[in-house]
């Protein structure tokens, strides 16, 4: 017989194993809505999808909470890194984050996410990042966004930059050694790229139907300098990116767009720079939409802060930071950072510069997405003139480019 979920009933929390990977998949597949006729669509045989999560439960450190035996909630936190201002972070990138609807509303994911984060700081995963499927559940926890992701459309190709370049295009292998690679590259000059691994890529490619195209720019040497990734589906190019280490491949990858001006009506892609396009082309004709994309939030500050990169002449000043953190109790302090060539370290004298803050409105800003005259004007710091002057010098005022969805 069916029983209710209680409020106050002991459910078990634990790691899965491989042994739970049936439940795993079936409650992914209710939260998310794949269905059979999904995994047709794509290409995939319903055994196909679940051996591929093998290695997610292997990697992943993935958090059931259980009524009996039954999985009713789960939370996956990849290890990833991710470059922050030029510093490589070892980050998790939450994902899997599902409930089964009748065990919503009784704290489980809350308890999920509280052991998920406390184990992240344990393993030096000083940030958290996440694609939100509700950013106010997600705020009240300490969470803010730290990215956009715009698309944009238009019907010219030639509303691109055409100018003629010293390279070439060559279309390539979704394995491609030279894809590997450029995107390594991309990531280590790309403030808050992440670092793709074999399962960061297979998660890449998951859903892509067959046709999914790679092009990559070569220079005249013939040394790798940008890649697009496409499809072409009734007459409209779909770019799901175009990564580029330098001008020229940008204006190449551009020009092979244009290449395409006898097949195609129409050109959608993904741009996730944070910065419009708009103003690069040759006519004002095209559609831009942004939207949030990626929420994160500082899992541990004291180490966080040990690591991250101000400005290089930031040096003799010290800030003092009141952090409210509800969820993380070790954050929910006040700190102060002094400042000498870039670098902070905590010292425990009081600054005359103070600020007030959440951890959510700290993550966003020390990420860059929102400068600090910016979040006073929204109500979300509280400091003096002389504060928010000094804050807005010694950041670096570069917002985050990520790409990845896991």
């Known amino acids: ?13 634990r790691k899965l194993s491989i042994d739970d990977l049936d439940q795993y998949n079936e409650l992914l597949r209710y939260a998310f809505q794949v269905t059979e006729k999904t995994l047709l669509n794509y290409g995939w045989e319903n055994d196909d999808i679940r051996q591929s999560k093998f290695p997610v439960l292997e990697h992943e450190h993935v958090l059931g909470c259980f009524d009996g035996d039954a999985l009713v909630s789960q939370f996956a936190v990849y290890p990833l890194d991710m470059n922050i201002h030029s510093r490589i972070f070892p980050i998790g990138f939450v994902t899997s984050v599902a409930t089964y609807p009748e065990y919503s509303g009784l ?8 052991e998920s984060l406390t184990e992240m700081r344990a393993k030096g995963q000083t940030l958290a990042i996440l694609y939100p499927y509700s950013i106010p559940l997600y705020r009240h926890r300490g969470w803010e966004i730290i990215s956009d992701k715009m698309t944009w459309s238009i019907s010219d190709p030639h509303m691109l930059v055409d100018e003629d370049v010293p390279g070439y295009v060559r279309r390539v292998p979704e394995d491609s050694s030279d894809l590997l690679a450029l995107h390594s590259k991309f990531a280590k000059k790309t403030h808050g790229c992440l670092f793709r691994n074999d399962l960061a890529w297979d998660e890449y490619w998951r859903w892509d139907v067959y046709d999914t195209t790679v092009a990559i720019y070569y220079a005249a040497d013939n040394t790798p300098l940008g890649y697009m990734v496409y499809r072409i589906d009734d007459d409209i190019m779909y770019v ?12 190449g990858l551009l020009r092979y767009i244009i290449a395409h001006e006898s097949m195609i009506d129409e050109v959608r892609a993904n741009n996730y720079s944070g910065e419009p396009i708009a103003f690069a082309l040759t006519d004002s004709d095209i559609k831009e939409t942004i939207r949030p994309y990626i929420m994160g939030r500082i899992v541990d500050f004291e180490e966080f802060i040990k690591q991250y990169r101000f400005e290089a002449d930031a040096s003799g000043v010290a800030l003092t930071l009141n952090i409210t953190d509800p ?19 905590l010292i425990t004298r009081p600054s005359t510069y103070k600020a007030s803050m959440s951890i959510g409105t700290l993550t966003t800003l020390l990420l860059g997405y929102k400068r600090a ?3 006073v004007a929204l109500d979300r710091i509280v400091a003096s003139e002389e504060t928010i002057e000094l804050l807005d010098d010694v950041l670096i005022r570069k917002k985050p480019y990520i790409s990845d969805y896991l």
């Not at 017989?1 to 929390?13: F, G, Q, T, V």
């Not at 704290?107 to 509280?114: A, C, D, E, I, P």
């Open 327 to 345: 969820f993380l109790e070790w954050n929910n302090r006040t700190y102060t950072v002094e400042l000498q060539d870039g670098a902070g370290r």
């Open 373 to 375: 005259p910016d979040l």
């Open 240 to 251: 799901k990116e175009l990564v580029y280490l330098n001008t020229e491949a940008k204006k």
């Open 107 to 114: 704290g489980l994911m809350s308890r999920l996410m509280k």
């Open 1 to 13: 017989m069916y029983h209710y979920p209680l409020r106050n009933h002991e459910y078990d929390i």
